[in-house]
């Protein structure tokens, strides 16, 4: 049997110490998202939320392997399920957290909160509230990194909505013809809040719109982190080689509504299935079976992961608690940059 | 001097744009230009920068106005300034969503780790049969959105020294271009060789006067001056503010001439509801209440679109005797 097509083998990826250290910074990552998405329902519960979230759970491989394959000097860009991609991208919770709860603390100081979560230290340029607005950001980052001749790379996340925007049209169009160092990474959880891809989409597979702008367009398991990081390995070294932008759709599943809390009256999706989810296609659970199926980690070490991040949370969610809420004043800072020329 | 020697001395619209462009990619190797048709120079402000910048500094952008301004938003969080030719100012609204939700609010919103420094030029194409598709002149729905720098000079002096002042700036800032003042109106008296910068948020008063100021915008500052010359006949002394830039606006030149002549006129292109000249007027009324010894009179297009036909046209917009019309009202009240 050839390397690669035997499921019990260790892949190359995971091979060796720094395969070993890539492998747990995979789960580590991924356990980020989930248990801080977690304390945040704990939180909402609590009433200590100010607003509704958008959650990423069940879409963890996705958003943690494409970010996993940059590095924090590359650019990313993502949407109103706005939490999964910071963190994924190496931000600190703590700041995370406290903008959740709209503490002066916060990586937006308070001003942006959950939907638009930036951490431009980490590379991430910002979420967005309107579906589909930061795309062109992320082509304009990936603009600027060609102009300036670094080798840097720009993520762009959004979802199946999206995909039917106007400007993500544009934006592939212009990267393409300018051979702009972009990653467009479509998660697909199947529903634009209730409507289904399906009914929405013209194309099964929104990858093949790639070919309508002569780049690669690939469909990975969006619940294996790393059939998505293999892909958008490729993606960012194709990218980073001066070849272009490419599409990568990862088919995944969005296990809670569309906001934490949203009741929809009319049923669109079956919840007995959704409920199996979290035994079949959960991909944090898929990869700790596979992790140990390989070999790659044992189960004591992956229980140690599990604690120190629920420990890097909890921390995160007292620092964000004790955190002071941002002056009135604040109001009215950050409007406008101070400039050179004004009178 | 004879008429020959004073034109070669005066500098139009279109060289103001390009020896403002020129210089600043000049002086600074993160500006970029991006807009349709600006290798072949189609619109006459980009004579050059290819041969000289080069094809990575000078794109032609596809017919994608949103993500045109977007991708300037984002490779200006990334370190370039670009500036974004968009031809005419009522492609705008093909981007609403990116000059709002993006340029606008990325820096307020991201608690100022953003920053903007993105120049967004487009001339206001009205008279002579545009008609609706082209003819708006939709800067104050920008000034109603926070975050943003609009300005809109009259001269081409002004022009080239604000839109050189525009691309220094680390914010957003808005150039609407009057087209009417793209031939022998806008002319004005060729700066010194050197850096000429006017900064933003500075009025220029055109004419001083004691009876009424009036508040020109872009054409309508002509309109005024103009006004002013005939009323002189009469003794009427006008004082006339171009404004220059809308955002941030010079309060303390407009209120201190209106508490002085105790009347206001504005002059404004844009459409009459929600204008420029409503937000002068509303602010004057509150600021200057007390000085004021008549109404604050605006003079502004019509609430209609801007009808093809030269029958129709041209009975819409601000025009002299409008402006003669309103200070007669102000100074009867």
Request: net charge negative; aromatic share 6%.
């Amino acid at each position: 049997m050839t390397e690669g097509t035997d499921p019990a083998a260790l892949p190359d990826e995971f091979a060796g110490p720094d395969g070993h250290t890539l492998a747990l910074e995979m789960m580590r990552r991924m356990l980020r998202v989930r248990l801080f998405e977690e304390a945040t329902i704990a939180l909402f519960h609590a009433g200590e939320l100010p607003a509704m979230v958008h959650l990423s759970i069940g879409q963890e491989a996705a958003v943690v392997g494409a970010c996993v394959a940059t590095t924090t000097a590359d650019y990313m860009t993502g949407n109103h399920r706005s939490h999964g991609h910071p963190i994924a991208k190496g931000a600190g919770l703590g700041a995370l957290m406290a903008e959740l709860l709209g503490k002066a603390t916060g990586v937006c100081g308070g001003k942006g909160g959950s939907m638009h979560l930036a951490d431009f230290s980490v590379g991430s340029l910002g979420e967005s509230g309107i579906v589909g607005s930061a795309i062109p950001v992320a082509t304009g980052a990936g603009l600027a990194a060609q102009v300036r001749g670094s080798d840097q790379v720009a993520l762009c996340f959004f979802g199946d909505g999206a995909a039917n925007e106007g400007v993500l049209h544009e934006s592939m169009n212009i990267a393409a013809i300018w051979k702009l160092p972009v990653i467009y990474f479509c998660e697909n959880n199947g529903y634009a809040v209730s409507v289904r891809a399906s009914e929405s989409i013209s194309v099964p597979d929104i990858a093949t719109r790639a070919a309508g702008y002569s780049m690669p367009g690939v469909v990975v398991d969006g619940q294996d982190v790393l059939d998505v990081y293999r892909a958008t390995r490729d993606a960012v070294a194709r990218a980073r080689a001066g070849d272009g932008p490419s599409l990568v759709e990862a088919k995944t599943y969005r296990f809670h509504e569309h906001a934490y809390g949203l009741v929809v009256p009319q049923p669109y999706r079956d919840q007995a299935t959704v409920d199996s989810w979290f035994d079949t296609v959960d991909p944090i659970t898929l990869f700790h079976h596979r992790l140990l199926g390989w070999g790659a980690a044992g189960e004591d070490e992956l229980r140690a992961l599990r604690d120190a991040v629920q420990s890097e949370v909890d921390a995160a969610v007292e620092f964000a608690r004790e955190s002071p809420l941002p002056p009135p004043e604040a109001a009215y800072t950050d409007l406008y940059a101070p400039s050179e020329v004004t009178a | 001097m004879t008429a020959t020697t004073t034109r070669a001395k005066q500098l139009g619209f279109l060289q103001a744009i390009n020896r403002a462009q020129t210089e600043e990619m000049t002086r600074d190797e993160r500006v970029v230009l991006m807009g349709q048709d600006l290798r072949a120079n189609v619109f006459g402000a980009a004579a050059g920068a290819l041969e000289t910048f080069g094809p990575s500094r000078v794109r032609d952008l596809p017919l994608a106005e949103a993500g045109s301004i977007g991708v300037a938003a984002g490779a200006a969080m990334a370190g370039l300034r670009p500036v974004v030719d968009l031809t005419v100012a009522s492609f705008v609204f093909g981007a609403m969503d990116q000059f709002v939700s993006q340029l606008a609010k990325a820096r307020y919103m991201f608690g100022g780790q953003a920053t903007l420094p993105v120049v967004v030029r487009a001339a206001l194409y009205y008279h002579g049969g545009t008609a609706g598709h082209h003819a708006d002149r939709p800067y104050p729905m920008f000034m109603n959105v926070p975050g943003l720098k609009i300005i809109l000079p009259s001269t081409a002096p002004d022009l080239l020294g604000l839109l050189k002042s525009a691309i220094r700036d680390d914010n957003p800032v808005l150039c609407f271009e009057d087209a009417n003042l793209w031939g022998r109106k806008g002319r004005g008296p060729l700066p010194e060789a050197g850096d000429h910068l006017v900064p933003l948020g500075s009025a220029a008063v055109r004419q001083t006067g004691t009876d009424v100021t009036v508040i020109g915008i872009g054409l309508g500052c002509y309109l005024a001056v103009e006004a002013a010359r005939a009323l002189a006949g009469e003794g009427i002394s006008v004082e006339v503010i171009d404004p220059r830039t809308l955002v941030p606006m010079d309060w303390p030149t407009i209120l201190e001439s209106v508490s002085r002549t105790g009347r206001c006129v504005v002059v404004d292109p844009a459409n009459r509801t929600c204008s420029a000249a409503s937000e002068i007027a509303a602010r004057v009324a509150e600021d200057c209440f007390t000085d004021l010894r008549g109404p604050v009179v605006r003079v502004t297009t019509d609430d209609v679109h801007v009808p093809f036909s030269p029958a129709l046209e041209k009975q819409i917009y601000p025009t002299q005797d409008k402006v003669i019309a309103a200070v007669r009202r102000a100074l009867a009240g």
